[in-house]
C-alpha cells in the first residue's frame, strides 16, 4: 500500500501533538515512506511514542503494509520553530480550545514555508475561527480523521472561508495517496458530519435504554446485526434507495417517508443527568466492564480488520 | 448451518403473504430443513415466488447453505384455514393495517392448533393491538426481522402484553437454530429499536444535505468509511465504551458527555416537504439513479455477504 513515488519521498510532515490520534497519523505517514518530525512538549515523549507505535505496527502490517524500521524516519523536536520550518505537511492535534489554538496559528504563520500545508485534526473548533488570528489562512484547513486514524478509512476535509481551493485539493490529494478516504464538507457547522451523525443515533440510543425499551448490550448486538452492517456497505441514502425498489429513493419518499416522519415526531432527547448516568454505569459494569480494555479493544481492530479487508479497502 | 435435527425436521411453518419479506423468510425456512406452506391469495404467486426462491437460493449458497432442492418441501394453499391448520410456526407477514391485521388474529385463533407459535413480522403495529380481538394470545408476539431477513442477522423479538415468556423463549430459540440473531425488545414502542436508530440518523442525514454541509453521496461514504464500520463490529456503547479509554464508558461520559450534549442540542429536524424532495431527487438522479437497481442490489448484497463472511456469522 505504500506509495512513495508519488508522494514524494522527500515529503517532511510534522506531527504537532502525538497523544493518541497524533500518534496514529504518525505510524501511518511513516508506514506511507513519509519522514516524520513530532513536536510534543511532554517529557517522556520519545518513550511514550516509541511504544505507541510499536502497537500499531501490528495493525499496519495486518493492514497490508510492508515494514522493517517503522521509526527510522522520525524525529523530535520540542521547539516549535525548529519542528515546523522545514515541514510541508503539517498536521496538528493540539487541545481543543480555540484560545490555544488561536496562539499555535499564529506563531505558525511566522516559522512554517509559505508552501506548507497546514491540517488540523480539529473535531469541533472550525478553521475560520482557529486561523483567525493569521494574516493569510489559504492553506489552513481541517482534515479530521475518525478515530484511529491508522485504521478507519474517513477524513472530513473542512475548509475555512479563507482556505484557497487549490490548498483542499492538495488536501484530498494527499490523504488520498497516503490510502485515507478523504471527504469534502462543504460548510462548517459543529461537529461536522461524522460526529453529528454518531451524536444522533447515541441520543437515541441513550432515550431507548433509559425507557427501559432494550439493554445496552442488547441495542448494540442490534446495531452490529442489522443498521451496522448495512451502512458498513451502504450509507443511509443508498440504503434507502434500495429499499424503495426499482423506484428508487422517490418511491420510497412517498411511499415509506410518512413512516420515517413518524417516527421522527416520536424521537427521545437525553441528557447524561445523575439517573442516566447511574443507569449507564450499571448496565456497563454488568457486561463491558467485565472484559479487560485490551480485550475489548483487540477484538474491535480485528474486525475491523477483516471487515476492511473483505472490502479490500 | 443447516440443523434440521434440533429444528425436528417434522416442524411445519406457514408463511402468510409471500412478498420481499415473506419470500425471503421461505427460502430460510426451506435452507433450513422446514416444510413451509405459503399461503398468499394473489393468482400468480407460485410463479412469482419460484422465481424470487431462485434468486435468493444463490445468497444462501453464499452464505455457507448446501441447498440441492430449496422448492422440494414447498406447497401453496390459498384457503388459510387450510394453511394453517397443521402448523406448527406461523410467520405473518400481512400488509401494515390494524385493522386487516385485527381481522386476520381473529380468524387465525379459530383455525391454528393451540400449540402452534404465531409470530408477525410487523414493524410497527405492536402484538398487543393486533391481537386484540383474540380471547387468548398468549403464543402471539412479532419476530420483526431486517431486510432481507435470509441475509441480515437481526430478528427483533417483541412480546404484547399477554405474550407468554415461554413463547418468547420458543421464539427465541426457533430464530437462534435457523441462524438468525434475535434481541428482545422489553417493550411495545413505535419502530422498535433499529428502526428508531435508523430514522434518527436519517433525520440528521436528510437535514445536513439540505443544508448544503456535505452531498447525499458524499455523507453516505462518510458512514460507510466511519461510524458504518465501526458499527458492524460494535455497537455505540461498546463504541464509547472503547472511546473512554481503561476509564470505559463511566470515563467517556464524564469527559466526552458535555461534547455530546452540546451537539444534541443543535441535531437538525427534517420533513419530507417538496422542496427536500426535490433535492434529494435531484441529487440521487445525478449518482445512484444511473446505476441499474440490480447492479447496486448486487453490490450490496456481495459487500454485506463479504462482512458476514469476515465475522465467520
Given at each position: 500500500m505504500t506509495n512513495t513515488s508519488e508522494i514524494g519521498a522527500q515529503k517532511k510532515v510534522t506531527v504537532i501533538g502525538a497523544g493518541a490520534i497524533g500518534l496514529s497519523w504518525t505510524a501511518l505517514f511513516l508506514a506511507n515512506g513519509l519522514s516524520v518530525t513530532i513536536n510534543d512538549p511532554r517529557p517522556d515523549i520519545e518513550k511514550t511514542a516509541s511504544e505507541g507505535l510499536d502497537q500499531i505496527s501490528a495493525t499496519l502490517k495486518a493492514l497490508g503494509y510492508e515494514i522493517t524500521?517503522?521509526?527510522?524516519d522520525l524525529s523530535f523536536e520540542a521547539d516549535l520553530e525548529a519542528a515546523v520550518k522545514d515541514a510541508d505537511i503539517i498536521q496538528e492535534n493540539a487541545p481543543e480550545s480555540i484560545e490555544f489554538k488561536q496562539g499555535l496559528y499564529e506563531k505558525l504563520e511566522g516559522f512554517i514555508k509559505p508552501s506548507a500545508l497546514v491540517l488540523s485534526s480539529s473535531s469541533s473548533i472550525p478553521a475560520t475561527v482557529f486561523s483567525?488570528?493569521?494574516?493569510?489562512?489559504?492553506r489552513v484547513l481541517i482534515g479530521h480523521p475518525f478515530n484511529p486514524p491508522h485504521l478507519i478509512p474517513l477524513v472530513e476535509i473542512v475548509p475555512g472561508e479563507r482556505t484557497s481551493k487549490e490548498a483542499v485539493a492538495e488536501a484530498i490529494k494527499f490523504y488520498e495517496l497516503i490510502g485515507k478516504s478523504p471527504i469534502l464538507i462543504e460548510k462548517e457547522m459543529s461537529g461536522f458530519v461524522a460526529n453529528r451523525l454518531q451524536a444522533a443515533i447515541m441520543q437515541e440510543s441513550v432515550f431507548l435504554v433509559k425507557e427501559g425499551v432494550v439493554s445496552m448490550e442488547n441495542l448494540d448486538k442490534i446495531v452490529s446485526s442489522s443498521i451496522g452492517l448495512r451502512w458498513a456497505a451502504a450509507g443511509p441514502f443508498k440504503t434507502f434507495t434500495l429499499?424503495?425498489?426499482?423506484?428508487?429513493l422517490p418511491h420510497f419518499m412517498t411511499h415509506l417517508g410518512p413512516t420515517l416522519e413518524r417516527i421522527w415526531a416520536v424521537l427521545g432527547t437525553a441528557k447524561f443527568d445523575e439517573s442516566t448516568t447511574a443507569l449507564l454505569t450499571e448496565q456497563v459494569n454488568g457486561c463491558y466492564g467485565k472484559i479487560p480494555y485490551e480485550d475489548l479493544e483487540k477484538e474491535r481492530d480485528a474486525q475491523q480488520l477483516a471487515i476492511l479487508k473483505a472490502f479490500d479497502k
Open positions: 524500521d517503522l521509526k527510522g483567525q488570528k493569521m494574516k493569510n489562512a489559504e429499499g424503495g425498489g426499482p423506484g428508487g
